[in-house]
């Protein structure tokens, strides 16, 4: 059975960049039916998807986010990874990530998260 | 890209039934839905995909007690014999255009 484990400092100081990383076990993220996911949830607030990448290293970003946003995947490692520029207080959350599941038919694909890592907090602050 | 609209709050009594809604914005009746749950202090669960049609597919462990179903632009999570463990925050979730859209999420409380 699949599982993900989110990694990074639980710190960051503000203007710098958020790095975490998702470990897979239990399976690959080469794997060709799953794209990866970065999603975070503010203290006290809802969900908020950032982005994610198939195992090839292509990608889809939240709008809002992708101007510093960054999510890489390393195959060999079976990890894949979350970069975040320029962070400011706006930014401490709980950072989860996910398997995205991918369903095909005629001219149209949808994804669905089915395996949630724990999380992991990171706060902004000086 | 659409919109998708939860009630913030709903509770049900112990051992009886509730149904959350989840509702698309116009244009984007026939979408697909993905329902999530997170219980207190811990990550969230997927529960079921759910289509238009009322279609759904469920996660691995999700006990019977939880369904889905549709009408319209609403889809719906019902779950029925409430227990404690069910109060939680409920999300709704679609995939459009290469992005992802969350619903506000509904608290549940269990009486």
């Known amino acids: 059975q699949v599982q993900l484990q989110e990694s990074g400092p639980g710190l960051v100081k503000p203007s710098e960049t958020l790095s975490l990383t998702c470990t897979v076990s239990?399976?690959?993220?080469?794997?060709?039916?799953?794209?990866w996911s970065w999603i975070r949830q503010p203290p006290g607030k809802g969900l908020e998807w950032i982005g994610n990448?198939?195992?090839?290293?292509?990608?889809n970003y939240n709008p809002s986010l992708k101007s510093r946003v960054t999510i890489s995947v390393d195959t060999s490692k079976n990890q894949f990874s979350l970069k975040l520029s320029s962070v400011t207080a706006a930014d401490t959350a709980v950072y989860y990530c996910?398997?995205?599941?991918?369903?095909?038919?005629?001219?149209?694909?949808?994804?669905?998260?089915?395996?949630w890592g724990k999380g992991t907090t990171v706060t902004v602050s000086s | 890209q659409p919109v998708l609209t939860q009630s913030s709050s709903a509770s049900a009594s112990l051992g009886s039934s509730v149904k959350l809604t989840c509702t698309l914005s116009s244009g984007h009746s026939s979408f697909i839905i993905t329902w999530h749950q997170q219980q207190p202090g811990k990550a969230p669960r997927y529960l079921m995909k759910l289509g238009g049609s009322g279609d759904y597919n469920k996660g691995s462990g999700v006990p019977d007690r939880f369904s889905g179903s549709s009408s319209g632009a609403d889809r719906y999570l019902t779950i029925s014999n409430l227990q404690s463990e069910d109060e939680a925050d409920y999300y709704c979730e679609t995939w459009v255009s290469h992005t992802r859209v969350f619903g506000g999420g509904t608290k549940l409380t269990v009486l």
């Open positions: 996910a398997r995205d599941l991918e369903q095909r038919g005629t001219g149209w694909a949808y994804y669905y998260m089915d395996v």
């Open positions: 239990g399976g690959s993220v080469s794997s060709g039916s799953y794209y």
């Open positions: 990448i198939y195992y090839s290293g292509s990608t």
